[in-house]
């Protein structure tokens, strides 16, 4: 599967943007998805999961309650909204797709097979 991410860009702190990630080629449903984000000098980092039917979902405890992950099977796209964004949420943020995966916060980046190129959002205060 290959993976485009979009939608990043500069917000206020207090504000939202929603970031998409397309997917191509092997079939969508057999993924779990996930959101990373990576700030400079610091670990790529989860922020949300989604299973592969979307029933179940997961996110860090410094998103949750702002961020909502969300995908379309029919469209072969997730969808990650943040809300009520913070200068820390400053970052890359990466989707991330994982072949028969759960999308549960304990998978390890390492198991994800395919990676979209990172989309940079900034957040002003």
């Known amino acids: 599967v290959q993976l485009q991410a979009s939608g990043g860009g500069l917000v206020q702190a207090g504000g939202s943007l929603r970031l998409s990630c397309a997917a191509s080629?092997?079939?969508?449903?057999?993924?779990?998805m996930g959101w990373f984000r990576q700030a400079p000098e610091k670990e790529r980092e989860f922020v949300a999961g989604i299973s592969r039917s979307g029933a179940s979902t997961a996110y860090s405890d410094s998103v949750k309650g702002r961020f909502t992950i969300s995908r379309d099977n029919a469209k072969n796209t997730v969808y990650l909204q943040m809300n009520s964004m913070k200068s820390e949420d400053t970052a890359v943020y990466y989707c991330a797709a994982d072949l028969w995966g759960l999308g549960v916060s304990s998978t390890p980046p390492s198991a994800y097979e395919a990676w979209g190129q990172g989309t940079q959002v900034t957040v002003s205060s």
């Open positions: 080629g092997r079939s969508f449903t057999s993924y779990a």
